[in-house]
């Protein structure tokens, strides 16, 4: 199983969710975050002085996907998320250990 | 890849920060969470009646790097994020599988 982590645009995320609802993949978790990566953020003047926003605001969507899922779900974000302009964001993937449901006990891919 | 997150004080966030940009540390994701460690919160009196405020409020900071350059990333947030009491939070590292820069389709070091 992999966790798949992709910080995104807050205007993408319901285009994301649907195309990855539709990819088939039913569940995910999504914060709100602030962050900044190449861009440095961007400058901003307030009367007169120039300061630099350097934390943005970004969604994380955090799923968790079989491995034979992996492909088709980074995949399907990357097309959904990506409007080629600096700051579309990262996906990053990590291998998980274990997912268990909390109501039933259930573990491994039959948790996801 | 690394992934590391931090959880600090909130006043450190912007010295951390800067720290980690002098090491050459290109982007990175924070959040507000809430969380306790073995402080356990701490007590309050409010009107007589004493409670506990069991959820801290902490800034998780997650970062992405090179093999490499953990063990400096590591080492900054310990100089910066550190005031010996309790309460100064906790870093996790953990391995990444895989990384997509989500507006191009690079992958592994290249989207660092």
């Known amino acids: ?112 | 890849m690394k992934k590391i997150e931090a959880i600090i004080r909130h006043f450190k966030l912007e010295e951390v920060k800067d720290a980690l940009t002098e090491v050459g540390v290109h982007g990175m994701t924070v959040s507000e969470v809430r969380g306790f460690g073995r402080q356990k919160g701490h007590k309050e009196q409010y009107r007589g009646a004493e409670y506990t405020v069991d959820f801290l409020p902490k800034a998780k900071m997650e970062i992405v790097v090179s093999d490499e350059q953990s063990q400096s990333v590591i080492d900054t947030i310990l100089r910066t994020a550190r005031t010996g009491q309790i309460g100064d939070g906790k870093i996790f590292i953990s391995n990444i599988a895989e990384m997509v820069r989500i507006r191009t389709g690079e992958t592994g070091d290249e989207a660092l």
């Open chain 1, 1 to 112: 199983m992999k966790k798949i982590e992709a910080i995104v645009r807050h205007y993408k995320l319901e285009e994301v969710k649907n195309a990855l609802s539709e990819a088939g993949i039913q569940g995910m978790t999504v914060s709100e975050v602030r962050g900044f990566g190449r861009q440095r953020g961007h400058k901003e003047t307030y009367r007169g002085a120039e300061y630099t926003v350097d934390f943005l605001p970004k969604v994380k969507m955090e799923l968790v996907v079989d491995d034979d899922e992996l492909t088709k779900a980074t995949e399907t974000i990357m097309k959904t998320a990506s409007t080629g302009q600096i700051g579309d964001g990262k996906i990053f993937v990590t291998d998980l250990a274990e997912v268990i449901r909390i109501r039933t006990g259930e573990t491994g891919a039959e948790a996801i």
